[in-house]
């Protein structure tokens, strides 16, 4: 027999909290993909400030290998803050943990704009530890957000609500280009030199990167509010009384409705370890299948959208004909462009469309799709694309990234939040959130050589 407050949960309709419980989990997603979008705009300004070389072909760019540092270090951070945050998550509760997920991002956010020195080396050194500290707060927000709006959520819109805190993170990329372009114009009006870098754009780097901070440091507070989940209270710490009052709190229902006539279930689950047969007898293929499809899709979606700079080179002006601020801005607007025609839209069709068709159809959907934009652009690409970049190739590019998240990016995102039993659920979501994050730093970092590679064989 169902509890009765896991039942008044299920069918719950709609309410204020969880559109606010959307808004507080959300920010997490959208300070995570805030400070990881900002770096190829950012990317730019330490190139001027750090790379001023006499070799002009050379000039401004910063090196492969620290791009792909910088890239790679806070993906490894997000993947050990999914694995351990996930775990605390079910050992010690989601609420626990959640403000200490925030806490680090809202720190180190800060710590990175204060990088320590004024040398090349101290600089970007510091940096690369406070991205990595970054990636341990953004990794252990994943398992967090979406398992807490997994278990606050009804049945009938369970799947919208959880696709609409990862939506958050295209409101991140939006904001982080806004700011961007917002600070590189106020620098620019206040120091014009065309052929000059000014010591200001070390400042407006710094400022990008600090400001990222704000939108998660104000909601710590209506996170450390939150009352631990009722799944989590009843199912795996068995006080189903504590849960009834915590849900009296958020819910628009009365403690008739909610309360239970005994203090434990009434047949708890079956008791057994997470590393055990029984347990990769009923949730091992789950698992593998979860980890292995966002492994694969975060290969393709890093890749795609960190390396954005470049893909945009060829509808740019060229680094000789701008200043530092109107470069960082023109990287910027492109992303805008491309998250406001195809990132967006995305998300927002997969709030709409997920509780109407189901997470299998999207999934198979996303992937077919994605799959149709980059053959389309990946087998005549030497031979027509790289000599004719025309509109028809940013349609496809904003095709395939419109699909991934209408698709495989979102949906890997929401399966593990409801596969697994609470008593897991927020573990096993670490697992395969850290795979992806494998798959992440395999797709960043290798186009990013890759594209690097052809740069330096142009008769390729």
Sequence with gaps: ????????LDTAKTQLY????????????????????CIPPIMKLIGRVYYDSNDHSRQYEVPVA???????????????????????GDLIGRRRVYGL???????????????????????????????????????????????????????????????????????????S?????????????????????????DLAWRLILMIGAIPAGLTFYWRMMMPETARYTALVEHNVQQAVKDMEKVLDVSLSQIAEDSEYPPSPPPSY????????????????ACATAWFLIDVVFYSTNLVQSQINEPYLPGKENTNVFQEAYSVAEFQAIIAVCSTIPGYWATIYYIDRIGRVKIQIIGFFFMTLAFITIGIPYYFYWCHITNLGFL??????????????????????????PARFRSTCYGISGAVGKVGAIVGAVGFNWASHKDKDEPNR
Excluded: W
């Design 1 to 8: 027999m169902a509890l009765k407050v896991l039942s008044a």
């Design 18 to 37: 969880h559109f606010k419980a959307i808004v507080i989990a959300g920010m997490g997603l959208f300070t995570d993909a805030y400070d990881l979008f």
């Design 66 to 88: 620290l791009t792909s540092i910088m890239v790679a270090i806070s993906l490894l951070g997000a993947a050990i803050g999914q694995l351990l945050f996930g775990r605390l």
């Design 101 to 175: 997920s925030l806490f680090l991002m809202v720190l180190s956010s800060i710590g990175c704009g204060f990088s320590m020195g004024t040398s090349r080396g101290y600089v970007l050194g510091s940096l690369g530890f406070f991205r990595f500290v970054l990636g341990l707060g953004i990794g252990g927000d994943y398992p967090l957000s979406a398992t807490i709006m997994s278990e606050f959520a009804n049945k009938n819109t369970r799947g919208s609500f959880i696709a609409a805190v990862f939506s958050m993170q295209g409101l991140g990329i939006l904001a």
């Design 177 to 201: 280009c806004a700011v961007t372009i917002v600070v590189c114009s106020i620098f620019n009006v206040a120091h014009p030199l065309p052929n000059k870098t000014p010591e200001s754009a």
């Design 273 to 288: 370890p997470l590393i055990s047969k029984p347990f990769f007898r009923r949730h091992g293929r789950d698992l593998f």
């Design 395 to 420: 349609f496809l590019y904003g095709l395939a990234l419109f699909f991934s998240n209408f698709g495989p990016n979102t949906i890997t995102f929401i399966v593990p939040a409801e596969l697994f």
